[in-house]
C-alpha cells in the first residue's frame, strides 16, 4: 500500500475506532500483533520498536522486540472495510478512490502525480506533474535531440562491445603469452641442463684427450727406446759378422 501522506480519509469521524492505530492515529496498513496482544500497523509498530521498544498501549508499556511481531489474522470482513475506506488525494484532490485502489489512481490517472521526463533517460532533469509532461516534451531539447543521442548511443554501445571484444581477445593472448613463457621457462630449464651435460661431456672429453696425449708420450719414449734397441742390435749383430769374418780370414785353408 502507497504512504498515507499521497491521501487523506474522508469522513474520518464515521471510521470505527477499533479500526485506528494507536500510534499514526489513522486506520490499520498492514497490521501485526504483538505479544502482548494489541495490533498496530506494520511500519508504525517497527519504527516505534526502533525508537522505544516498548509497547505504545498506555494500559501495557511492555517491553517488544521485531522478533516476536506476528501478522495479523485479521477476518475478510474488516479486511474490505479497511481496503473500502474513502480517500483524497492529496495532490489531485479526487475523492472517489477507496483505499484499495489509491495505487493505481496514483500511478494512472493522478494528473497532479510527479513524474520525470520521457527523456530523462538522455539527460533531461525535468520532474513534474503528470498533466504538464505533454506540454514540456514539446518543448524539451533533450527530446528533439534523441535521435541524435540514440545514434550516439549506438555507437557508444558497439566500442563498448567492441572494447569488451578486444579485452576477450586480449585476456586469451594474455593466457597464451603466459603459457609460451612457461614453456620457454622450461627450454630454458632444460637448455640449462644441457648445458651442464655438455660442459661435463668437454670436461671428460679434455681429460681423454690429456691422457692420451700422455699415453702418445709415453708411445714415443717407447718408440725411442725400442729404436736404441734395435741399432743396438743391429750393431751387434754387424760386429758379430764382423769377428765371424775375420775369424774365417785368419784360419789357414
Request: proline share 5%; aromatic share 4%; glycine share 4%.
Amino acid at each position: 500500500m502507497t504512504s498515507n501522506n499521497f491521501y487523506e480519509y474522508i469522513d474520518r469521524a464515521s471510521i470505527d475506532e477499533n479500526l485506528i492505530c494507536e500510534v499514526c492515529h489513522n486506520p490499520f496498513l498492514d497490521p501485526v500483533v504483538t505479544q502482548c496482544g494489541y495490533t498496530y500497523c506494520g511500519p508504525c509498530i517497527e519504527q516505534n520498536i526502533k525508537s522505544g521498544s516498548h509497547c505504545p498501549s498506555q494500559s501495557c508499556n511492555q517491553l517488544l522486540s521485531a522478533d516476536h511481531l506476528t501478522p495479523n489474522p485479521t477476518p475478510r470482513l474488516i479486511i474490505s472495510m479497511l481496503d473500502n475506506l474513502r480517500v483524497r488525494c492529496r495532490l489531485c484532490g479526487e475523492t472517489n478512490v477507496n483505499r484499495r485502489n489509491f495505487d493505481e489512481h496514483l500511478q494512472g490517472s493522478c494528473p497532479e502525480r510527479r513524474i520525470d521526463c520521457s527523456a530523462k533517460d538522455v539527460g533531461c532533469p525535468w520532474s513534474g506533474p503528470k498533466n504538464e509532461h505533454n506540454e514540456h516534451v514539446k518543448m524539451c531539447i533533450f527530446e528533439k535531440l534523441r535521435p541524435v543521442v540514440d545514434i550516439l548511443y549506438k555507437v557508444i554501445e558497439n566500442q563498448r562491445l567492441d572494447i569488451e571484444k578486444l579485452q576477450k581477445q586480449t585476456e586469451q593472448q594474455t593466457t597464451e603469452i603466459g603459457q609460451l613463457n612457461t614453456q620457454l621457462d622450461q627450454q630454458k630449464a632444460q637448455l640449462q641442463g644441457h648445458e651442464i651435460k655438455i660442459g661435463d661431456i668437454q670436461s671428460q672429453n679434455q681429460s681423454q684427450n690429456n691422457e692420451i696425449a700422455s699415453i702418445r708420450e709415453q708411445i714415443t719414449t717407447l718408440e725411442g727406446k725400442i729404436n736404441k734397441v734395435r741399432s743396438a742390435i743391429h750393431w751387434l749383430s754387424q760386429s758379430q759378422e764382423k769377428e765371424h769374418s775375420d775369424i774365417h780370414t785368419t784360419l789357414p785353408i
